[in-house]
């Protein structure tokens, strides 16, 4: 539904151009919810933009559907407007001298996918219904609260029934009880009507929990595209992974087809291909993986440690525990372990992570 | 609290009470008093009557009305292409039209509506250079008064809107067209509207403004005997023909000062939606530029045209004729005749004194502004004073009086009170009138950064342990250091140019360059105002460029 080839966007700063997109090539099926998740700076918003036809890329090409919107090298660029899309914004940017129900008729009755007046009012209750705000329909715009004003951004960018949604950092103004509440509304609406989305932010939790395919981008690249599971568990780099969750990063050295040689001694690992015996690694694991046991008092063969700091997060306890000179964190449902309680770790040999040293 | 952090601000209560409630109430009496100033008489109507009965005076109000309208459609038609044009094209040199329109804001509209006299004269101006002598066009009536006053306001009327543009979410821009949405019915049903306040409010405050300004009126107004309410007032108290008519000054006084607080309650409420309308913004993503493309030269065309006829024209006429014993058109012949006498002897055309008078108003005037203004504003914005609801409307109420009302009601006070206090003619006059003046848009300066500044900041002081005072000395005063240097020196700038209040109190001990320059331009010694002329804007330029180098950016805005 959107094939995105090349695609690289520079923009003039004080000492030259910077290149905010750096040849990205990107492609999101019919009825996909598709992520773009990095840090701020990372080119993902530069990237929706050009999609929604509101930036010019300098080059590559945008097809959205069959049509080709953006392809500098030949001169194409479909401005906005005559674009089949519709587009949520981070500040909701919703029309504050129109009400309710203008802001989400405007576009139907004075755009270029105008439809008749009794369309236009069946298309506009029943996008207010979706987001459940009929009630409000004829209130001005300027009374509603931050949450209502997304509703409202949303219901307008649904009543369109564009063939793609853009939605920009659309949770981010919200405080954190009803960003939860919406995301899950969110998910709700977009799996119910099918509708192919791409979706920017810089939240990890709204990437995992939304997506169908999450796609991590970092300095105007994409790093990894992948379902959310398969970035979250497999992450290909560093980055990659510490930008999607916590994780512990040990080094080391692949002493065996099985095991590592590592700063808190050593590690069944199942080595991936590719890595052979005698390289220098990182090694990554994330908290919910690694499990703790009491001391058994004889000589173990799992590492030894201690309990030093111990956070209640209410469904789990989050540990902090010296083993050596490393400092590890665990997260496990067992709130039993106090600090200076003396413990031995366990690792599954399958949630290592292995990072070849650059 | 001790004692003294009490009463600190019942002081400064008191202090605005007499600066601002004096005036006002004066207005009123010297409205209602009958007799000369100083001797006994009744308080009665007389004065609205026999001003608001007689014959001339329903032409002075159509005049004055006619005047600012007219005004206004200049303005407004050169500064909201402007405004766009500076924040949303890609027209070059922005940087450059913007410190112009600085400079531009303080050149003093007398001595524009004097450089444009010269430049338009049939036999010494444009239309002798251009070979069209009988072409019979002159300045001294309402249009030339509307063009004058009319691209005076445009730099100031340019900082406001813009202002108001650039609080504007781009993004309700971009969803009406990613929704699909044409450019033009994105500009009349989301643009306009949306600007509508903000153009709306610049104009009510412009036309508040120009009901009362004096110096393009008196310029081009009176030798063609065209008054309006400012020339009237001043020419009631000027007296030409017999004794100062101050009853029927202040008469007119209280209609402009009603006028003008009627149109300011409706300013507030305009201003109150253009807030609603201030949305939440995003993370404010630089809008895209519109492409001027094959309209570029045309866009380019118009800016200079318009700082030509506000800048460029004005200055080059008066430093051509500051080199000539006479003015003339230029020629070979002429340029032959250059001298520098006219500079030689700047300090033959009314002493010295002018010029030390002028030094002496713009270092005590603009600090006591100040000195007043960082305490008014830090009780108002952050104190929980009982009364700082109170020293706001005083504030406020101060930009009520038109400076020409302002400088007659002073007039009248220091005339009375001359025995028991010797001030009147003196310079002191001048420095308490332009406090009184500038003490609105310097609070105004100071209060929009003291907001800015997080209460925390100042409570973190608190909590440990440091005294009231200390926390404002060490914390707040360092925090807003630029923004009091920025009003200080708008302060100065505006004081040295001012020449409405320094006329009117004027007398042979308190001349400062601006009325030096007004009275030689009344005795026809046009060489001598030049070179005076060109004196005052080259400070005017070489200050903004200075500071501009120095402090980077410049706080223009804050001006409107």
Known sequence: ?358 | MSKGARLFPLLVLFVLALLVGIPLLAVVFISLKTGLPGQPGALTLANFRSVFLAPGTHIVLWNTIVFATGTMVVTLSIAIPMVWLLNKTDLPLKGFFYLLMIVSVLIPTFLRAIGWILLTSPRIGLPALLGIEELNFSLYNLPGMWFVQGISFVPASVFMLSAAYRAMDPALEEAAYTSGVGKLMTFWRILVPLTWPAIAAVFVYFFITAMSVFEAPAILGLPNGIFVLSSAIFEAVEARDGLPKYGEAGALGMFIIAVGFLASLFYVRIIKQTQKYAVVTGRGYKPRLVQLGRWKPFALGFVVLYFCAELLLPFLIFFWASLLPYLRVPSWEALNKLTLVNYANIFDYGGTEPFANTLILIAVAPLLTIALSIPVSWIVVRSRFAYRGTLDTLVFLSQAIPNIVLAVTLLYLFLITRSTLPIYGTIVTLILANVINSLAYATRTINSSMIQIHRELEEAAQVSGVPGFVTVIKVTMPLVAGAVFNGWLWVVLLTYREVTMALVLGSPDNRVISTVIWALWSEGRVPQVSALGVVMMATFFILVLLLRRVFGGFYADRLA
């Open chain 1, 1 to 358: 539904m959107i094939q995105i080839q090349g695609l690289t966007k520079t923009f003039g700063g004080v000492g030259g151009r910077i290149a905010a997109v750096n040849g990205i090539d990107l492609e999101v099926e019919e009825g996909e919810f598709c992520v773009l998740l990095g840090p701020s700076g990372c080119g993902k918003t530069t990237t929706l933009r050009c999609i929604a036809g509101l930036e010019r890329p300098d080059g590559g090409l945008i097809r959205i559907g069959h049509t080709l919107v953006a392809h500098p090298e030949t001169g194409v660029f479909v401005p906005s407007e005559k674009r089949d899309i519709s587009m949520v914004f981070q500040s909701y940017a919703i029309w504050p001298h129109m009400t309710v129900y203008d802001n989400v008729a405007f576009p139907l009755s004075w755009g270029r996918r105008k439809v008749n007046k009794h369309e236009v009012g069946r298309r506009v209750d029943h996008a207010l219904a979706l987001v459940k705000l009929e009630a409000l329909k004829n209130r001005p715009s300027t009374d509603l609260s931050g949450g209502q004003q997304q509703r409202v951004a949303l219901a307008r960018a649904l009543a369109l029934e564009a063939k793609v949604i853009l939605m920009d950092e659309p949770l981010s103004n919200l405080d954190a009880r009803l960003r939860d509440e919406m995301r899950i509304e969110l998910k709700r609406l977009t799996s119910q009507l099918r509708v192919t989305t791409l979706y920017v932010t810089h939240d990890q939790i709204e990437a995992l929990s939304l997506a169908d395919k999450v796609c991590v981008m970092n300095e105007g690249s994409l790093l990894q595209i992948g379902k959310p599971e398969e970035v979250y568990k497999q992450p290909r780099d560093r980055f990659v992974s510490e930008f999607l969750g916590q994780m512990n990063f040990l080094t080391g050295r692949i002493a065996a087809a099985d095991c590592v040689e590592s700063e808190i001694g050593k590690l069944a690992v199942m080595i991936p291909r590719g890595l052979t015996i005698g390289d220098e690694v990182t090694l990554g694991i994330r908290p919910e993986s690694i499990a703790l046991r009491r001391n058994s008092e004889e000589v173990s063969r799992f590492p030894q440690g201690e309990v030093t700091v111990r956070s209640f997060l209410g469904n789990s306890v989050l540990y902090e525990v010296r083993v050596g000179d490393a400092m590890l964190r665990v997260q496990t449902g067992d709130d039993s372990f106090l600090p200076q309680d003396s413990i031995e770790l366990h690792f599954p040999a399958d949630a290592w992570r292995l990072f070849l040293k650059s």
